[in-house]
């Protein structure tokens, strides 16, 4: 009976934890929609940052209902196995966007430092590559994971897969380790310099990147150690929704700093004109 007991609890904790990231996405859309019909109405250029955007946006649903319909419904292995590869799908572009739009905003503060923008960019292709690469050696195994029967052979490609997951959480947490990482050693240059509270534009830009880089770190994380729990990977399925959410309040917080920046100004940055004194004859 305590067994029996046991096994609906996880059972429901199980179907919870994906419906929860449905939950937390459609608030976070209905509160901040207002902000994406005002960015899209605006005259302005479309450019990489709007894909990674609309990728970090939308593509949250296509793993909410693949993750939702491999809990709830009951379908055939090959049904199954296109249910797991849009999910896999879904969480990869998710990633690359959200870091892509973490980078993107961490470049905008060392917009004079072609050695620290040369090094951001090299670590996210870094990243960029383990993500795709571990995605693709996924997608062949999760055949599997659509088999009922437990074999000794299906235990082990269930395990290569794990780490293959943890293979993604651990390179996007490198990154944004080393984002937040860079981004304080930038707030200490600025400290160091006296220019902190006198640039708006670079205090904000700053902190932001900061808070977000340590949001993103902190569900990464989360996601490593939820995989030594009882239900393995219970965090995972809060990751692409979550991701997409912090990548989408960050390009509406890029946008706005970009409007900061037409009404602030660094003290550093004013040039004073040559004044002569003239002398009385």
Same mark, same amino acid.
């Given at each position: 009976?305590?067994?029996?007991?046991?096994?609906?609890?996880?059972?429901?904790?199980?179907?919870?934890?994906?419906?929860?990231?449905?939950?937390?996405?459609?608030?976070?859309?209905?509160?901040?929609?207002?902000?994406?019909?005002?960015?899209?109405?605006?005259?302005?250029?479309?450019?990489?940052?709007?894909?990674?955007?609309?990728?970090?946006?939308?593509?949250?649903?296509?793993?909410?209902?693949?993750?939702?319909?491999?809990?709830?419904?009951?379908? &055939?292995?090959?049904?199954?196995?296109?249910?797991?590869?849009? %999910?896999?799908? $879904?969480? /990869?572009?998710? *990633?690359? #966007?959200?870091?892509?739009?973490?980078?993107?905003?961490?470049?905008?503060?060392?917009?004079?430092?072609?050695?620290?923008?040369?090094?951001?960019?090299?670590?996210?292709?870094?990243?960029?590559?383990?993500?795709?690469?571990?995605?693709?050696?996924?997608?062949?195994?999760?055949?599997?994971?659509?088999?009922?029967?437990?074999?000794?052979?299906?235990?082990?490609?269930?395990?290569?897969?794990?780490?293959?997951?943890?293979?993604?959480?651990?390179?996007?947490?490198?990154?944004?380790?080393?984002?937040?990482?860079?981004?304080?050693?930038?707030?200490?240059?600025?400290? &160091?310099?006296?220019?902190?509270?006198?640039?708006?534009?670079? %205090?904000?830009? $700053?902190? /932001?990147?900061? *808070?977000? #880089?340590?949001?993103?770190?902190?569900?990464?994380?989360?996601?490593?150690?939820?995989?030594?729990?009882?239900?393995?990977?219970?965090?995972?399925?809060?990751?692409?929704?979550?991701?997409?959410?912090?990548?989408?309040?960050?390009?509406?917080?890029?946008?706005?700093?970009?409007?900061?920046?037409?009404?602030?100004?660094?003290?550093?940055?004013?040039?004073?004109?040559?004044?002569?004194?003239?002398?009385?004859?």
């Amino acid at each position: 009976m305590v067994l029996l007991h046991t096994q609906q609890t996880i059972k429901s904790a199980h179907i919870s934890s994906k419906v929860a990231p449905a939950a937390i996405w459609a608030l976070d859309y209905c509160l901040t929609l207002q902000h994406e019909v005002h960015m899209f109405s605006s005259v302005g250029r479309r450019g990489i940052a709007t894909v990674m955007f609309i990728v970090a946006r939308y593509v949250p649903i296509a793993w909410i209902i693949s993750e939702i319909y491999v809990t709830l419904g009951t379908q &055939s292995p090959q049904m199954c196995s296109i249910t797991y590869r849009t %999910s896999a799908a $879904s969480l /990869g572009l998710i *990633l690359l #966007a959200t870091e892509g739009l973490l980078l993107m905003r961490t470049l905008a503060l060392w917009h004079n430092n072609n050695k620290i923008r040369r090094f951001l960019l090299a670590s996210y292709l870094v990243t960029a590559i383990s993500v795709v690469t571990c995605s693709a050696i996924t997608v062949p195994l999760l055949k599997s994971a659509c088999v009922s029967t437990s074999t000794q052979s299906n235990i082990e490609v269930a395990t290569r897969l794990e780490r293959l997951i943890m293979g993604v959480f651990i390179s996007t947490a490198l990154f944004e380790f080393t984002v937040a990482a860079i981004t304080i050693y930038h707030s200490m240059l600025l400290r &160091s310099d006296d220019i902190y509270t006198l640039c708006t534009l670079a %205090s904000t830009l $700053s902190n /932001g990147s900061l *808070l977000y #880089a340590l949001s993103l770190f902190a569900i990464s994380v989360a996601n490593i150690v939820s995989f030594s729990l009882p239900v393995r990977g219970f965090y995972a399925w809060f990751q692409g929704v979550l991701h997409g959410i912090i990548a989408s309040r960050i390009l509406f917080d890029l946008r706005d700093a970009d409007r900061i920046k037409e009404d602030s100004f660094c003290l550093s940055d004013l040039q004073f004109a040559p004044h002569t004194i003239s002398t009385a004859t």
